[in-house]
C-alpha cells in the first residue's frame, strides 16, 4: 500500500516552461523587374559573364573632364564617366537578372520564413542589383545636371532642381527595357523633365498663395481689432507690439527685405521683387528667396501668439 507522500508524488503534475516562440521574419514585397528569355536559363549567370565588358571595373575611377561649366558644378561623386552601349547593355541586364534572382528567393522565403538560407540569398542577389543600379545612376547623373542648368536660373535652384531629378532617374533605371533598342539617356530625359516642370509647377502655385496671403494678413494690421472685448487703443497697441516682435525675429537683411517688399517701417508702398534687386544688389531670384523663408519665419512666430492667430487665419 502506497503512502501519501508516494501518492501524492504520482499525482503532481510536472509544470514545464513554454518553448519559445521564434519571432517572425517579416516577407520583403515582391520585386518588379525586366524580364528577360536568358534569365530562365542554367547557365545564365555564366553567359552574362561572358558579356560584361572589361571597363565596367573602372566605372567608378576614371576621372571626367571638368572643362565645362556642368562639369565642375557635378559634386565628386557624379564624376563617373559616360557608358559605352554595351556597358549599359550589360549593367541593365545584369540589374535585372540580379533582381530576377532576388524575388525567386523571395517566393521561397514566402513558403519557408525561418529558412535563413532563402533569407541570405535573397539579401546577396538584392545587393548585387542595387550596386549594379547605383552604377548606372551615377554615370547619368549629367543629364539631370543639364536638364537642370535649362530650367533654372540661379545655383540655388539648380541644386534643388537636380534633387529633384535623381528620384525619377532611379525609377526610370528600374522600368528601362534594353531590348527595345533605345539608349536609356532618351527614356529618362523625358521623365526627370517632367518632373522638373511638375515642382515648378508647385512652387509657382505655392508661392503665389503664400504671397498673397502674408500680404493680405500685413496689411491688417493696422485696422486689426481684438475679438475679445477690450478697449480698441489697448488692440491696437497689443498688435503693434506684437508685429515689432514679429519683425524682430528676423535677420537685419531679412526684415529690409520684409519692409520694402510689403511696406512696412513706414514706407510709402510695397516694392517689387526687381526694385528690391537693384536696391541691394542681389538677383531678383535671390530676394525672392529671402522673401519666403521670412514669411515662414513670420508665420511661424505668429502661430504662437494668441493676438496674431486670427490674423494669420483670416
Not at 532618351?186 to 509657382?204: D, I, L, P
Request: positive net charge; hydrophobic residues 40%.
Amino acid at each position: 500500500m502506497n503512502s501519501p507522500s508516494v501518492t501524492a508524488v504520482k499525482n503532481k503534475t510536472a509544470v514545464r516552461a513554454p518553448r519559445p516562440v521564434a519571432p517572425q521574419r517579416l516577407i520583403p514585397p515582391p520585386l518588379a523587374y525586366v524580364d528577360h528569355p536568358l534569365f530562365a536559363r542554367k547557365k545564365a549567370e555564366a553567359q552574362l559573364e561572358q558579356l560584361k565588358p572589361l571597363t565596367i571595373d573602372s566605372l567608378s575611377a576614371s576621372p571626367v573632364s571638368q572643362a565645362t561649366t556642368a562639369g565642375a558644378l557635378l559634386p565628386a561623386f557624379a564624376r563617373s564617366r559616360l557608358l559605352a552601349p554595351d556597358e549599359e547593355n550589360y549593367l541593365f541586364l545584369w540589374m535585372n537578372f540580379c533582381r530576377y534572382q532576388a524575388e525567386a528567393a523571395r517566393k521561397k522565403l514566402a513558403k519557408t520564413p525561418s529558412s535563413d538560407a532563402y533569407f541570405a540569398q535573397y539579401n546577396l542577389w538584392l545587393n548585387k542589383s542595387i550596386t549594379a543600379r547605383n552604377q548606372i545612376v551615377q554615370a547619368n547623373l549629367r543629364l539631370v545636371v543639364a536638364l537642370a542648368r535649362k530650367c533654372c536660373g540661379s545655383i540655388e535652384q539648380l541644386a534643388e532642381l537636380v534633387s529633384e531629378g535623381v528620384m525619377p532617374l532611379i525609377r526610370s533605371v528600374e522600368l528601362f527595357d534594353i531590348s527595345l533598342g533605345n539608349r536609356f539617356s532618351t527614356y529618362a530625359t523625358w521623365a526627370v523633365r517632367n518632373q522638373m516642370h511638375r515642382h515648378f509647377k508647385k512652387v509657382q502655385t505655392w508661392n503665389e498663395h503664400t504671397t498673397a496671403y502674408i500680404h493680405e494678413a500685413l496689411e491688417q494690421f493696422e485696422d486689426f481689432r481684438s475679438p475679445v472685448e477690450t478697449q480698441p487703443g489697448e488692440s491696437q497697441e497689443a498688435c503693434q507690439r506684437e508685429l515689432t516682435s514679429l519683425l524682430e525675429t528676423l535677420s537685419e537683411r531679412e526684415r529690409a527685405v520684409i519692409a520694402a517688399r510689403f511696406g512696412l517701417d513706414g514706407q510709402p508702398r510695397g516694392q517689387s521683387l526687381s526694385e528690391i534687386s537693384g536696391r541691394i544688389g542681389l538677383s531678383k531670384e535671390r530676394v525672392r528667396q529671402i522673401v519666403l523663408k521670412a514669411l515662414d519665419k513670420l508665420k511661424l512666430y505668429a502661430e504662437q501668439k494668441p493676438v496674431l492667430v486670427e490674423l494669420f487665419q483670416a
